[in-house]
């Protein structure tokens, strides 16, 4: 009974995965939703590049979730972190930082995400 309790997630590492899903999910509309634009400028396929590692290193930490391995966790947080500055650098390296900016699902998705992977709960899940 006590390794039962023990091995219990919490909540805060509960809620990471589920935040982690719901990027993931995103994710893939994203790509889905990219196949439809013509890709004539390289932009595009950057992008798309940059969207498919991203998805795909989600979904491998959503899926990997459970084997509590410390590498899955440092993997979701350099995953979020990436998804964070690309979200945030632009408009402040290029001087349209405004609240809506800030203020956008792409923005906070990854910040809460960040938030969570980070709390006492989720780095001791990781530590067994």
Known sequence: MTDQLASRMPVVAHASRIVLAIQAVVG??????????????????????????????LLFVVVRWHSRRRAVLILAIIVEAVALGLQVLPPVLLGYVTLGNLLNPHVILPATALALLCAPGTRSWFDR
């Open 28 to 57: 893939l509309l994203g790509l889905l939703f990219m196949l439809g634009v013509p890709s004539g400028l390289a932009i595009v396929g950057i992008v798309f590049a940059v969207m498919l590692l991203l998805t795909a290193a």
